[in-house]
């Protein structure tokens, strides 16, 4: 009997629903497959299909001895670790900063940035890499061209994104006077950075918004195809949202309700496709609690709409210590963090905490955990390279052959000498593949 | 008020009844009766009446909407062989009937995932157009994901 092929329609429509994993696998299953599964099209449908129906979280730790740990877990109620996804983090440890910066995460793909950050704004960027876990590739980006070029008088504020009309990620970056900016910042200047044309190019920033000062550690969120960030005036005393269209390429402001206009330490955040900000007073670093402590979060109806701006709970607390919130979920629940590093969960209706991770021992108080959505996608697939592979190094060890293990041996000598470690071990794997 | 029914005739020409408000869940049938009022027998020359008497059932299903979900989960779930999924998403692609084609298509995809290459080609009847080499290079590229 002949076989009978299926239409083409039903077999994209089943790949959509597999992990990237298998995607990757089934690339030499067919030519045609190959050009499906590489295509803009079903990279899209696969990034919407297969997430709709595995919805997660990733969270990255910062564990001083092994280094940074991101786990996988599930959207459901008791935010359950996703045993069966393992991403190994595959970059060496950071020259400058304690562990990566993670600038932004959108379709599945997380922009990280070794900084500087000990010092507040007084702050410089080493390295900028996107990562896309899923499918192990790996993006390293030039440096901002302003910034290059002055380096030492300027510190950079990141934005990650995703531009929709173009199929295009982009990194925005924004050049401040590091000098004067604990006073007054000068105008800044903006570029971004295209994946697909591989450059730095210069963008308008406007010079009419009223909070356009940002540090480096402040709230930022990709939403609705921009990157949002809290931003201050030059004196502190008035914040708002700014944000930057990842297809206009245009800066604008939305303005915050009165209530927290004043306020520092806000977090952004979302609640489905509703901008939210998160303020709680725990985060005072002044020592002051008088107001005890408290959460409210408070959600933009209507995206751009300042006078959506509608309280989602606000929670007092006497003299319990709350934590500090590092996002909410769509089901409204805030996930936190104590000081004792414990991750937990706050629902508002049920009232209670549930404890989602216990880390046990305090290592440092400056917190590196950070929570986003964890997506499977095939994003950066064609452009960007492998990461290091370390199961790949392991074998080969195993391998008689001298002059590989004195190859390799050198190569690790170089890293830890603190020569461009990714380079290298990107030479290496290169190596790896041709004996 | 007796209700309006429709015949449906399957491939090897066994015939269906089904009430006309139940089968215009079908994109393709609802179309069918705005055009020609579908008084006489739909023809459906590339369903099987085995697929067809599934596709009739799911369409009968008197469940509420907010269980709708997990009624087809289970649906589809109970006819846990690839052969007969495919059958049935190829039916309610025809038909276009989406909810029921997208669990079918997810209860495949989560069948066949760990599948070898070969496996997968067998599954979904793919003719292999690789030479050894080919397949080679596109595995190097990705080797920790075999």
Known sequence: MAVQHLPDELILQILSFLPAKSLLRWRS????????????????????????????YFVRRMDYYVGEEYNVHFDDEAFGLDIDTDIEFPFDRCRVNICYRIIGCCNGVVCLCD???????????????????????????????????????????????????????????????????????????????????????????????????????????FSNGSVHW????????????????????????????????????????????????????????????????????????????????????????????????????????????????????????????????????????????????????????????????????????????????????????????????????DFSITYLFYI | MSKKTLTLMSKDKQLFNIEEHLAVQSVTIRNMVKEDGASSVIPLPRVDSETLALVIEYLNRQQAPEEDEDYVKKFVDERGEIPTLLELAQAALDLDIKKLMDAACMKVADLIKDFTLEEVREALRIENDRTPEEEKAIRDEFQWAF
Not at chain 1, 29 to 56: D, G, Y
Not at chain 1, 286 to 309: F, H, I, Q
Request: net charge negative.
């Open chain 1, 29 to 56: 299953v067919s030519k045609s497959w190959l050009n499906v599964i590489n295509s803009t099209e079903f990279k899209a449908m696969h990034l919407h299909n297969f997430n709709q129906l595995n919805p997660r």
């Open chain 1, 115 to 221: 900084d500087d950050d000990l010092n507040g704004a007084d702050f410089s960027v080493d390295m900028i890499i996107l990562w896309n876990p899923s499918i192990r590739r790996k993006l390293t980006l030039p440096l901002p061209m302003f910034y290059s070029v002055d380096f030492e008088n300027s510190y950079v504020v990141l934005g990650f994104g995703y531009d929709k009309a173009s199929d295009d990620y982009k990194v925005v970056s924004l050049t401040y006077d590091q000098f004067s900016s604990n006073i007054r910042p000068k105008a800044s200047v903006a570029e971004v950075y295209s994946v697909k044309t591989g450059i730095w190019r210069e963008v308008m920033f406007p010079n009419n918004l009223t909070c356009f000062y940002i540090q480096s550690d402040w709230s930022r969120i």
């Open chain 1, 230 to 425: 809290i931003a201050s005036n030059p004196n502190w005393s008035h914040y708002s949202i700014m944000t930057f269209d990842m297809n206009t390429e245009l800066f604008e402001e939305i303005q915050l309700p009165k209530f927290l206009a004043e306020k520092h330490f806000l977090r952004i955040s979302v609640v489905g496709e509703s901008l939210a900000v998160i303020r709680s007073s725990c985060l005072n670093f002044d020592g002051l609690r008088s107001e005890g402590s408290t959460y409210t979060v408070m959600v933009m109806k209507e995206y751009k709409n300042p006078a959506s701006w509608t309280t989602l709970y606000h929670v007092h607390y006497k003299d319990v210590e709350v934590g500090k919130p590092l996002r909410l979920r769509n089901n409204r629940d805030m996930i936190v963090e104590l000081d004792n590093r414990d991750i937990i969960m706050f629902n508002h209706d049920e009232g209670f905490y549930v404890y989602v991770l216990h880390d046990g021992e305090e290592e440092d108080s400056d917190h590196r955990t950070y929570v986003d959505v964890h997506q499977e996608s095939l994003a950066l697939l064609d452009v960007g390279d492998s990461v290091p592979n370390k199961e790949a190094m392991e074998a080969l060890m195993v391998i008689e052959n001298q002059d590989v293990l004195i190859g390799i041996h050198f190569l690790y000598d170089d890293t830890a000498e603190g020569v461009a470690p990714l380079s290298i071990v």
